[in-house]
């Protein structure tokens, strides 16, 4: 059974925050008459950071260098894989990249697949999951305890999660490498047997299909080409691939935590019909914090992704825009009475998530704060 039918929410208190704020911010894009989708700048970033990732491979193919200039530039490949999947892929999927869907189908397809990723399974789980209910657990798939860590207050607590703080970077690393080998797998079994997968039998087989020829195909540019084609010393081609993937992995999911599992942020879980007693929007904005809105630097890196509040609110929105819709959101909260929550720089951002991960770990009593 498709456990997103078993929750709704419920607006009883007839909330006009969400109606008030898009009608200023469909304003904003008449009167600027600006597109909401990708402009240069979107455009310029995606040819930098698809470089970024695509040339270092080159130059380590064609000129095999000594091991340490090799490392380098895998680990720039490594910044480049999270910089496309934080500012191209993620635009593409969630249909903000451009106007015209099938370049939006396209491009999250090309870029996701180049990442060693599934656009099917990212979608389900970040798209509809995650995006629908932040932050409630069994729901979103993002706060589910993962092996060791533990990011939810409603979940049980272990003795090894009292030093998460210390180890989660560790994990975080190893994202992407579980990503490209089983977890689109695991997902795809997962989503098809709890009805988040509603596709036919028939579509099922055409789409595992998909997955498991990109599977073959990245393998095989990744690994099967530098081996055979090109002879690239095997033990210089391992570590440099585990080296991109730890650097992508810690960079991609580290940005995802400071948006979800920081200070301030609740944990609401519906009520005995499956209600949860809020409008959609005011959730999003109790289970969502940005960080560094004023660096400009951060922000062209991580695709606004440190304007989450912007993000979960507007997804369709290309997030070159969330910088200027951020001050019509933050102002039309504050008119409603509702908390915009946010930390001024990306080391506090940090802290918070090391705080919220130690007081996770430890007595259940300390995480009744999370609500």
Not at 59 to 86: K, N, T, Y
């Given at each position: ?283 999003q904005m109790n289970t969502t914090v940005n960080f560094s809105r004023d660096n400009k630097l951060l922000s062209w890196y991580v695709g606004g992704l440190n304007f989450q509040v912007e993000h979960h609110l507007f997804p369709k929105i290309s997030h070159v825009h969330y910088p200027a819709i951020s001050h019509i959101v933050k102002e039309t909260a504050e008119e409603f009475g509702i908390p915009y929550l946010e930390n001024p720089t990306f080391a506090v951002a940090l802290r918070s998530h090391i705080t919220t991960l130690h007081q996770l770990g430890h007595l259940p009593d300390l995480n009744e704060a999370f609500g």
């Amino acid at each position: 059974m498709n456990p997103a039918k078993k929750i709704r929410f419920v607006n009883k208190d007839k909330n006009q925050f969400f109606s008030t704020l898009k009608k200023r911010v469909d304003a904003y894009f008449k009167d600027q008459n600006l597109s909401k989708y990708s402009n240069t700048t979107l455009i310029v970033k995606t040819v930098v950071l698809t470089a970024i990732y695509v040339v270092p491979f080159c130059l380590f193919l064609l000129f095999q260098p000594p091991f340490a200039v090799s490392m380098m530039l895998w680990a720039l490949m490594g910044i480049g894989l999270a910089g496309i999947g934080m500012s191209i892929m993620h635009d593409a999927c969630h249909g903000a990249y451009s106007k015209n869907e099938v370049v939006n189908e396209w491009m999250g397809s090309i870029y996701l697949t180049m990442l060693g990723g599934s656009p099917f399974n990212w979608k389900l789980q970040h798209n509809v999951l995650h995006h629908m209910y932040t932050n409630v657990i069994h729901f979103d798939e993002d706060i589910k305890d993962k092996l060791v860590l533990k990011f939810s207050p409603h979940t049980p607590v272990k003795s090894f999660h009292k030093f998460q703080w210390l180890y989660a970077f560790l994990f975080y690393g190893i994202l992407t490498l579980y990503w490209v080998t089983a977890k689109d797998f695991v997902n795809f079994f997962t989503y098809t047997a709890n009805g988040v997968n509603t596709n036919t039998r028939t579509q099922n087989i055409i789409i595992l299909s998909k997955i498991i020829l990109a599977k073959i195909g990245y393998f095989a540019v990744f690994l099967g080409i530098p081996l055979f084609v090109f002879e690239v010393p095997t033990q210089t081609l391992i570590a440099g691939f585990l080296l991109m993937h730890f650097i992508g992995g810690i960079i991609l999911t580290t940005i995802f935590q400071l948006a979800h599992s920081v200070e301030g942020t609740t944990h609401p879980q519906p009520n005995s019909k499956g209600e949860i007693e809020n409008d959609w929007a005011i959730h999003q904005m109790n289970t969502t914090v940005n960080f560094s809105r004023d660096n400009k630097l951060l922000s062209w890196y991580v695709g606004g992704l440190n304007f989450q509040v912007e993000h979960h609110l507007f997804p369709k929105i290309s997030h070159v825009h969330y910088p200027a819709i951020s001050h019509i959101v933050k102002e039309t909260a504050e008119e409603f009475g509702i908390p915009y929550l946010e930390n001024p720089t990306f080391a506090v951002a940090l802290r918070s998530h090391i705080t919220t991960l130690h007081q996770l770990g430890h007595l259940p009593d300390l995480n009744e704060a999370f609500g």
